[in-house]
């Protein structure tokens, strides 16, 4: 009830993100327990996100940068060296230096949900670059973003790049894709007149057991980034989850063609968030994250059904990721 929210919200430390309170109070009071994974990226998660792609586990960001290195130049070749390259979920830009080597009188717009982070990534990325326009965008991408774009006045007829890659799209369901990737479409291409193109990585179905190793890493690198969620509730929300009680875990879920992250208790817990109480019996579970993976046909639909037409396909020997280029 309302007159519950507030009472929760008046619990809950000053400063804290009222966004971040409901979807956790609301996910934990649901029979079974979610959180939405947008809300691993604090500083913290952004940092061990940045070392999972590390861990030898964790194929894709290795496959992805390869097919980057190979294929940029046919990219722009196609886009042109002076596109704005507008990229959804920017974390470290690491991938976009590939790029944007590749397109050295290119705009960049880096879109991220974590205005600390981005900072830190645009300063480092102008080091290297120091001619390179950046102008970045703090905001959650899944919902509609005014790009700072130069069309309708002199940038009329600019080329678009949207840059989407690291299979974040495997983060969502596939109709919430759907939108995503429409919503991307109007943003990119909706003003101007001029041409919007869309670079995606996607990550394909394999052998589940490599696909439960990538998000079980030996290292226990991935454990740190989901228990992570549970300290930010903590701190943040004034939480007291007992996080040495939960532990983590992947699953493949065969039917939903998904890698499934979840907390499990390990035994009953009981804790508070925000004055709220709640109770877990030993072997329950959070789910805290969805990872899609598709095959060629699949990824071509997904792109037509919101108006993209696929114009390359490049995927690595192994055929384990696929980057797309396609053209609204
Ligand atoms: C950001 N995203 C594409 C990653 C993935 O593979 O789904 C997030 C991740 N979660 C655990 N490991 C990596």
Redesign the pocket.
């Known amino acids: 009830s309302e007159a519950q929210l507030q009472a929760n919200a008046a619990a809950a430390p000053a400063g804290s993100d009222p966004a971040f309170l409901a979807d956790v109070l609301r996910g934990l009071s649901q029979a079974e327990k979610a959180i939405p ?1 947008r809300w ?1 990226y604090d500083m913290r998660g952004s940092q061990l ?1 940045e070392a ?2 590390q861990v030898p586990e ?1 194929y ?1 960001t290795r496959t992805e940068t390869a097919l980057l290195e190979a294929h940029c130049a046919e990219v722009a070749e196609r886009v042109g060296t002076d596109a704005t390259v507008v990229e959804f ?1 920017s ?1 470290s830009s690491i991938k976009t230096r590939i790029l944007l080597k590749a397109m050295p009188r290119a705009t960049y717009v880096p879109i991220d949900i974590c205005g600390e982070f981005l900072e830190e990534a645009c300063e480092s990325l102008q080091a290297q670059f120091p001619h390179l326009r950046i102008v970045p965008v703090e905001a959650n991408f899944l919902e509609p973003v005014n790009l700072p774009l130069q069309r309708g006045s002199a940038g009329a007829g600019e080329t678009v790049l949207g840059f989407f890659p ?6 969502m369901t596939a109709a919430a894709s759907v939108d995503l990737l429409r919503s991307m479409r109007d943003t990119l291409g909706a003003a101007g007149g001029g041409h919007a193109y869309l670079l995606i990585g996607i ?1 394909r179905v394999k052998d589940p057991a490599r696909l439960v190793a ?2 079980d890493d030996a290292q226990g690198v ?1 454990a740190l ?2 228990l992570n969620l549970l300290q930010r509730i903590n701190r943040e929300l004034g939480g007291t989850i007992p996080v040495s009680e939960f532990r983590h875990v ?1 699953r493949w879920n065969e039917h939903a063609s998904r ?1 499934e ?1 979840h907390l499990e208790a390990r035994r009953t817990v009981r804790f508070e968030v925000a004055g709220q109480a709640f109770h877990m019996d030993g072997g329950e579970t959070i789910h805290t ?3 899609h993976k598709y095959r060629p046909r699949e990824m071509r639909l997904l792109l037509a059904a919101a108006g993209w037409g696929e114009l390359q396909h490049w995927t690595d020997p192994a055929g384990d990721f696929s980057l797309v280029l396609a053209r609204a």
Do not use: H, K, L, Q
């Open positions: 994974a691993f996100f999972i792609t964790y894709p979920g974390g690291g299979s974040t799209i495997g983060n990550d990538a998000y991935t980034f989901n992947a890698i992250m994250e969805n990872c």
